[in-house]
């Protein structure tokens, strides 16, 4: 059973670019949540969605950035029109469903802002 | 809100000695989860435990063990005999388990760098 995974591993866009992660979660998993880790900090949960749906977005940046998790596919999150304090870690983890607690992660994505 | 601190930003020990990581956390809920994971210098994150607010009982694996006081909101983690292999950031984390079961975000403290020398 593979793990989360997640790609690009790292991503390098220039200011201004836009930026794609993705996040394939477990086999079975309908729920995934997106945390990001800023350089010597500690992960800050971004958003929550089930398939199809944003159920919790409170710690996404009002703009520019922006989540899915359509019904078929990965789980995309999407910052448009990058800037270098966008340059973090990227994690994603996914849980089977609503009365799971236990959420594994993938091995994040390293985007670097020039 | 819910809070974790891990006060110790950074330890450093030599091989074999035993290490004691802190964390406290704040939650206004009964029912929480508080869990450890471990970055190494790769940056994955690696699962150490789970723990439910109900279960106080200490537990130990191996060379880890962690120490859950509910009465003073601590949920510390021991290294004992620490290895070289150990030398990691560690994160303690908090999920409050919400009445409509749309959220079990996790908290993550701070981390604490441990670096363990040969």
């Known amino acids: 059973n593979a793990g989360v995974m997640q790609n690009p591993r790292h991503l390098v866009r220039r200011r201004g670019q836009e930026a794609r992660l993705r996040c394939s979660p477990m086999k079975g998993h309908s729920h995934v949540y997106w945390y990001r880790q800023l350089p010597e900090e500690g992960l800050k949960f971004m958003v929550y969605l089930q398939k199809e749906n944003i159920i919790d977005e409170s710690g996404m940046p009002k703009e520019r950035f922006s989540a899915e998790f359509p019904k078929e596919g990965p789980s995309i999150l999407r910052i448009q029109q990058v800037v270098r304090g966008d340059s973090a870690a990227y994690f994603c983890?996914?849980?089977?469903?609503?009365?799971?607690?236990?959420?594994?992660f993938g091995p994040g994505t390293r985007l670097t802002v020039t | 809100a819910q809070k974790v601190t891990q006060a110790q930003t950074e330890i450093s020990v030599v091989e074999k000695e035993d290490v004691t990581l802190d964390c406290v956390y704040e939650t206004r809920d009964t029912t929480y989860y508080l869990f450890w994971y471990k970055q190494p210098p790769s940056g994955e994150l690696v699962f150490l435990i789970r723990r439910n607010s109900f279960d106080e009982q200490n537990e130990i694996s191996g060379r880890y063990s962690w120490n859950f006081q509910k009465s003073t909101s601590s949920f510390n983690f021991t290294i004992t005999a620490s290895q070289v292999v150990d030398s990691a950031v560690y994160f303690c984390a908090l999920s409050e388990v919400l009445i409509k079961a749309a959220g079990n975000k996790l908290t993550f403290g701070g981390g604490t760098r441990v670096l363990v020398k040969p």
């Open positions: 983890a996914s849980k089977p469903g609503q009365g799971y607690n236990e959420q594994y």
